[in-house]
């Protein structure tokens, strides 16, 4: 199991996320949990971060499962 978080602009998170599905095509997403985090800059105002975080599992070889079926 790898759960992997990632965290910026609501368009920067989502891109990451996207990224990250399409390079690992291995892993089979389990669960995906949404949020928002408010955050301060200096001069105090305010916006809003999102946070993906999403578990995934390693898809079986097919070898492997055609191996434990014999």
């Known amino acids: 199991m790898i759960t992997v978080k990632f965290e910026g602009t609501n368009q920067t998170t989502e891109s990451l996320f996207q990224d990250f599905v399409i390079k690992n095509d291995n ?3 389990t669960e995906i949990k949404t949020e928002e985090k408010e955050v301060k800059n200096v001069l ?4 809003y971060e999102a946070i ?3 578990t995934f599992e ?3 070889l097919e070898e492997d499962y055609y191996n ?3």
């Open 27 to 29: 892993l089979i997403l």
């Open 44 to 47: 105090g105002m305010v916006r």
């Open 52 to 54: 993906i975080t999403a």
């Open 58 to 60: 390693e898809k079986e």
């Open 68 to 70: 434990e079926n014999l």
